[in-house]
């Protein structure tokens, strides 16, 4: 008899600290009404996290298997929070009476908030930004007026003397886009300036500057071919740090050039 009070009294205890655990990590959640945990490693967290434990009903990418195992949670609103907060309360208790249960009050608080940055960030990825543009006609100027593709690769076509923009859309605002555009010269990367040769004989060779040490360096050319030069033989040589790419602004239109933004903008793949 005295034992099992006892041992009521022990459960009581725990069921009121347990309460409290939950209560504390309430007010915390509270308290910071912004989620304090938002870095790029955060986010990177989150999804091991998502991938981990909620991957079987949502999928692998939050994208959902269907109402009944999870639905989609990519799309931007949510049906049990509008917050961040409120998504953390998701999380962490789940919804009543749905196999929605909810990763409880042990799991750390940093946990909860990193899977609610990694569900923003798969929203961003999806987030329908209005374009003037039309992609459709921008991949026909990309390939044909533009003459893009004498520099640039998308998905394996094309040349390699500019970036390859295959996933362009994810480094790339659609403004900074739109920048890149009619102001190449803006950030050169030295990946992309070029080498100016002469020769003895008065020949000119003109290409990028694949690499250079003290003695020697190397070019592209637009044909692609490589060639080296010796930094102490007959050639002179003379850096041009200027960006090969001609300004947009010069051959298209505005029309055309917000096309090939649309068209660049939806080069893009999920992290
Ligand atoms: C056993 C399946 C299952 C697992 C595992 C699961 N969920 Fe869910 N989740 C659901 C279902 C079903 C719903 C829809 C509940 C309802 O009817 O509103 C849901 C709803 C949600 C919602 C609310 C969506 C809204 O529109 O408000 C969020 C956020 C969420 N889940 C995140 C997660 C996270 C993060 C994990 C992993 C820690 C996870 N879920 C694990 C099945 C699951
Ligand atoms: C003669 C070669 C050449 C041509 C033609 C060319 N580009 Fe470029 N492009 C480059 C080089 C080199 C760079 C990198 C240096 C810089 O930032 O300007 C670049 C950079 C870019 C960038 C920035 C990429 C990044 O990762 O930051 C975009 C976007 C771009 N080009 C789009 C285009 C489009 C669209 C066209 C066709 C209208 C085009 N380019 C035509 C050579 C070219």
Excluded at 143 to 150: E, F, L, S
């Amino acid at each position: 008899m005295r034992w099992n009070i006892w041992s009521s009294l022990a459960r009581i205890c725990l069921v009121v600290v347990l309460a409290l655990g939950g209560w504390a990590a309430d007010a915390a959640a509270q308290e910071t009404e912004e989620n304090p945990y938002t870095s790029r490693i955060d986010t990177r967290m989150g999804r091991r996290l998502f991938q981990e434990q909620c991957s079987t009903c949502h999928g692998l990418n939050a994208a959902g298997g269907n109402e009944a195992t999870g639905p989609d949670l990519t799309t931007g609103s949510f049906r049990h929070a509008s917050s961040d907060v409120g998504l953390y309360r998701v999380i962490r208790d789940g919804v009543p009476g749905t196999s929605m249960i909810g990763v409880g009050a042990d799991t750390q608080e940093q946990s909860v908030w990193q899977l609610v940055s990694y569900l923003r960030s798969r929203e961003a990825a999806n987030a329908v930004v209005e374009l003037a543009g039309s992609p459709a006609a921008g991949q026909q100027i990309f390939n044909g007026k533009g003459d893009c593709v004498r520099c640039h690769m998308v998905n394996g076509q094309g040349q390699r003397l500019g970036p390859d923009l295959s996933y362009v859309g994810n480094r790339r605002s659609p403004n900074e886009l739109q920048s890149d555009l009619v102001d190449p010269n803006a950030e050169v990367n030295p990946r992309w300036w070029t080498m100016k040769v002469a020769g003895p004989d008065g020949q000119q060779v003109e290409g990028l500057r694949m690499d250079e040490d003290t003695f020697t360096f190397r070019i592209m050319d637009a044909e692609e071919n490589l060639r080296s030069f010796s930094k102490y033989g007959d050639w002179s040589y003379e850096r041009v740090k200027t960006s090969t790419m001609p300004n947009a602004a010069d051959l298209l239109t505005a029309t055309e050039r917000d096309d090939l933004v649309a068209y660049l903008y939806s080069l893009r793949r999920d992290r």
